[in-house]
């Protein structure tokens, strides 16, 4: 089973910039890929971008387009999601997941991590 355990979520004013973690353990294949995904409150949990892990291509909504970078450290089993250029309408509680191969659902997700952006 893969776990996943984001961090570096926090308080963070409005143009400011803020890099969260994801540490993945477990299996994962050639093909899998990692995501972020964000919910606010009263919202629907909606994609921010992903990963793939062989790769590296990375996909970005297109509300975070030049703002957000997404990166893995495949020697250290983790995944960052750089934000800069903050604005209050990123706040949400920021998740990552993985689709352990292509065409499967993202199975396996972590526990999220706060992230507040002040005007």
């Known amino acids: 089973q893969v776990q996943l355990v984001e961090s570096g979520g926090g308080l963070v004013q409005a143009g400011g910039s803020l890099r969260l973690s994801c540490v993945v353990s477990?299996?994962?294949?050639?093909?899998?890929?990692l995501a972020w995904f964000r919910q606010a409150p009263g919202k629907e949990r909606q994609v921010v971008g992903s990963?793939?892990?062989?790769?590296?291509?990375?996909y970005y909504t297109d509300s975070v387009k030049g703002r957000f970078t997404i990166s893995r450290d495949n020697a250290n089993n983790t995944m960052y999601l750089q934000m800069s250029s903050l604005k209050p309408e990123d706040t949400a509680v920021y998740y990552c997941?993985?689709?352990?191969?292509?065409?499967?659902?993202?199975?396996?997700w972590g526990q999220g991590t706060q992230v507040t952006v002040s005007s």
């Open positions: 997941a993985a689709q352990l191969y292509a065409g499967g659902g993202f199975d396996s």
């Open positions: 477990g299996r994962t294949f050639i093909d899998s890929t």
């Open positions: 990963i793939a892990l062989s790769s590296g291509r990375t």
